[in-house]
């Protein structure tokens, strides 16, 4: 099994953080795992996307041509990467702010409002509330072993923010 994933938003939105989340609870369960990150010189506000590949076996390439995978948190992500989606991979899209329409037919759309879900939660934060629902609805990894490689990586970055984490994980995980 070897899965790509192109995780996409605004910077500032935790594309990056969402990116190494995933690649840390892949390393938890022991698969094999490339994270390549990549945003603009502006930072806050600007394009920032990352590519990852889960694997049982050595990764040849990190590069990603057709992913199987798409997440969306705006609309020029959606722009930019949805003709690198392979045919029949899943693209999850923040609709509460994405207001373009899918274009292909050959690929599988699931549009939320999870800008909306993060909102509701005291200190909700999307990128993780996206990181649950992913988490969930494809089945790439354990539950256990995201909120494993949550804590690890909050802890790293931001200790307060734990809490605020794996209750946004846990209500994208419910959506």
């Known amino acids: 099994?070897?899965?790509?994933?192109?995780?996409?938003?605004?910077?500032?939105?935790?594309?990056?953080?969402?990116?190494?989340?995933?690649?840390?609870?892949?390393?938890?369960?022991?698969?094999?795992?490339?994270?390549?990150?990549?945003?603009?010189?502006?930072?806050?506000?600007?394009?920032?996307?990352?590519?990852?590949?889960?694997?049982?076996?050595?990764?040849?390439?990190?590069?990603?041509?057709?992913?199987?995978?798409?997440?969306?948190?705006?609309?020029?992500?959606?722009?930019?990467?949805?003709?690198?989606?392979?045919?029949?991979?899943?693209?999850?899209?923040?609709?509460?702010?994405?207001?373009k329409s899918p274009s292909r037919d050959d690929v599988n759309y699931l549009m939320v409002k999870l800008g909306d879900c993060a909102q509701g939660i005291e200190g909700g934060l999307l990128n993780i509330v996206t990181f649950g629902y992913f988490v969930n609805k494809t089945q790439i990894i354990k539950k256990e072993s995201a909120l494993s490689a949550l804590e690890f990586v909050s802890k790293k970055k931001n200790p307060a923010f734990l809490k605020r984490n794996i209750d946004s994980f846990e209500a994208g995980y419910k959506l």
């Open 1 to 99: 099994m070897e899965k790509s994933i192109i995780i996409a938003g605004y910077g500032g939105q935790g594309v990056l953080f969402f990116g190494t989340t995933l690649a840390q609870a892949a390393m938890i369960e022991g698969k094999n795992t490339t994270w390549i990150p990549s945003y603009g010189a502006e930072m806050r506000g600007g394009h920032a996307n990352c590519s990852v590949k889960i694997s049982d076996n050595e990764i040849a390439s990190p590069i990603i041509d057709n992913a199987d995978y798409g997440i969306f948190l705006n609309d020029k992500a959606m722009e930019k990467f949805e003709k690198t989606m392979a045919k029949g991979a899943l693209v999850i899209g923040n609709s509460s702010i994405i207001e």
